[in-house]
């Protein structure tokens, strides 16, 4: 890809450093100044590109979409200016946007791996406990270094929330993606299910809204990061209030999740678990949150401003294994007028995205 080189003057964060961003004629960032540039920013505030390290391209409510649906998903996304997209399980095959240099990249986990019967319908590949690690090298294969398994759902039988797979299969397909050279990450609600899936190994968290100290002790202790996915956490109470004339021991739980979510989500990150801002978006929630999410993380989970910036651009990026605005890295940035950790709600109002060397917003 050929574009024009540009030159981007400003604050570039997180090093806070007023200096000059040189994009040369491949859309990478050069280390030295590049002739013939177009100045297309004069001050502000240069973000790496946010990440949105929870969400489904190509999910609605009712399973996968068509292509022109998952394009203008992707492209709320980009707009918002999340550039790099963990892809946390989908039905449909969205390869296809690896060849478009308008789209965010991203990160697939495959589809969700979901007990049968045992998760929203139309969604997940559904199987037994005696399928999992098959099903795990299935959707390794599928995926861009991810697999996304279904940790708890509710049990209709028992009436609550319960772990979806023996901890013993769940810890022998984690080893078996380990192998493959996959991380594995997991939906958990409950206490159960992220009590034995971090013990089995497990590389991710997502929600995590069960989590006790001792649990929390130890993902700090191995690493395991944790995506609560904050903006998605407030639609408990209208799980709660569907299910509460069938299931009301479900409904109370899940109410009482809620309640104490920022609490639980608090502690986790100020034992040291890394942390990083996804929205779920796809499925129940609309594309383009990532600002929220932050704002969230912020606000209610009480991360300061600076590291819950850093949990949806850099930090985030790290962890996925993308750069940043070093030279030589893809030119992935967003603008800003004010500085972002100084009032959050900057995110919400990108002056300008650049992705791939182009502007694109």
Same mark, same amino acid.
């Given at each position: ?9 400003? +604050? +570039?964060? =997180? ?32 973000? =790496? ?64 791996? *979901? ?84 013990? *089995? ?20 202790? *191995? ?88 949990? *949806? ?49």
């Amino acid at each position: 890809m050929v574009v024009p080189p540009l030159r981007l003057r400003g +604050v +570039v964060l =997180p090093e806070g450093e007023d200096r000059d961003v040189w994009v040369d004629a491949e859309g990478l960032v050069s280390a030295e100044p590049v002739p013939g540039t177009e100045t297309v920013a004069a001050g502000g505030f240069l973000v =790496p590109g946010l990440v949105d390290a929870h969400c489904h391209v190509g999910l609605d409510a009712d399973g996968g979409v068509d292509e022109a649906t998952t394009e203008a998903q992707a492209l709320a996304d980009r707009d918002a200016g999340a550039l790099l997209l963990r892809d946390a399980g989908v039905p449909v095959d969205t390869h296809w946007m690896d060849d478009r240099d308008d789209l965010p990249r991203v990160v697939r986990a495959g589809r969700h791996i *979901a007990r049968t019967k045992r998760y929203l319908r139309n969604y997940g590949a559904e199987i037994e406990p005696a399928d999992l690690v098959a099903e795990v090298e299935r959707q390794a294969a599928r995926g861009d270094g991810w697999v996304k398994l279904v940790g708890d759902w509710i049990d209709r039988d028992a009436g609550d929330l319960t772990p979806c797979w023996p901890a013993d299969v769940a810890a022998s397909a984690i080893a078996r993606a380990h192998e493959l050279g996959a991380r594995v990450t997991a939906h958990c609600f409950g206490e159960q299910s992220v009590a034995e899936l971090v013990d *089995a190994g497990i590389d991710c968290i997502e929600h995590g809204t069960g989590a006790s100290d001792a649990v929390i002790a130890a993902m700090a202790r *191995a690493g395991t990061a944790l995506v609560p996915t904050r903006v998605q956490l407030d639609n408990f109470p209208a799980y709660a209030d569907q299910a509460g004339g069938k299931f009301p021991a479900y409904a109370a739980h899940v109410r009482d999740l809620h309640r104490r979510c920022d609490t639980t989500l608090r502690a986790a990150y100020e034992s040291g678990v890394p942390v990083y801002a996804g929205t779920d978006a796809g499925g129940v929630l609309p594309h383009g949150l990532v600002a929220r999410e932050v704002l969230a993380l912020h606000e209610q989970v009480g991360m300061p401003a600076g590291a819950a910036l850093g949990a *949806a651009s850099w930090d985030a990026r790290r962890w996925l294994g993308r750069p940043g605005l070093e030279p030589g890295a893809s030119a992935d940035l967003v603008v800003y007028d004010d500085d972002p950790r100084a009032d959050l709600r900057t995110l919400a109002h990108p002056r300008l995205v650049v992705l791939r060397g182009r502007v694109v917003a």
